[in-house]
T-cell receptor, first 114, second 113 residues
């Protein structure tokens, strides 16, 4: 079946460091892939998405490339800020039974120190 | 104004009490979802509804029930709350005509003592 595995946190970085949060998936067919972000005390927000192989999603300085050959969708940012401290969720849009759903990773907590 | 709203935002209740969490949306989406979030467990789907007459159980529906009163309203009930239902609860919506992305409310923090 469909599943998503993302790296465990917490991840702690200093401001301006490079960020990578790994996400790999198992799926049949050609799923859509998403990164969501949850800031403290808030609901989840869509950060970026990619709908087909080799697509690159980008937003707010974050990027992720849909790699079908490695079944990955790693999130990267070149220079993190304190305001990026949040929980990041990788998700796959696929079928569970006959229904289209999002399948979620467990989330990775990121703390950025000044 | 927020597109997906949840009430209440915080609630403390006692074991055995009935409690209802409400969700409203102005996005015009036909699909609505209830999730719970627990530390280390990510998001788990409780119930989902693809339209007013279509309600489905998710991964962890035991102890919960839902009602889709209108396309824009989806409520979650705990008939007899227990302490292990202490969690953060999220409502989400999506459009069946679009892609898979879901849009979330701000969450309800529920504590059962």
């Amino acid at each position: 079946g469909n599943s998503v595995t993302q790296m465990e946190g917490p991840v702690t970085l200093s401001e301006e460091a490079f960020l990578t949060i790994n996400c790999t998936y198992t799926a049949t067919g050609y799923p859509s892939l998403f990164w969501y972000v949850q800031y403290p005390g808030e609901g989840l927000q869509l950060l970026l998405k990619a709908t087909k192989a080799d697509d690159k999603g980008s937003n707010k300085g974050f990027e992720a490339t849909y790699r079908k050959e490695t079944t990955s969708f790693h999130l990267e940012k070149g220079s993190v800020q304190v305001s990026d401290s949040a929980v990041y969720f990788c998700a796959l849009g696929g079928y569970a039974g006959n229904n289209r759903k999002l399948i979620w990773g467990l989330g990775t907590s990121l703390a950025v120190n000044p | 104004d927020a597109d997906v709203t949840q009430t209440p935002r915080n609630r403390i209740t006692k074991t055995g009490k009935r409690i209802m969490l409400e969700c409203s949306q102005t996005k015009g989406h036909d699909r609505m979802y209830w999730y719970r979030q627990d530390p280390g467990l990510g998001l788990r789907l409780i119930y989902y509804s693809f339209d007013v007459k279509d309600i489905n159980k998710g991964e962890i529906s035991d102890g919960y029930s839902v009602s889709r009163q209108a396309q824009a309203k989806f409520s979650l009930s705990l008939e007899s709350a227990i302490p292990n239902q202490t969690a953060l609860y999220f409502c989400a919506t999506s459009d069946s005509r679009g892609t898979y992305e879901q849009y979330f409310g701000p969450g309800t923090r529920l504590t059962v003592t």
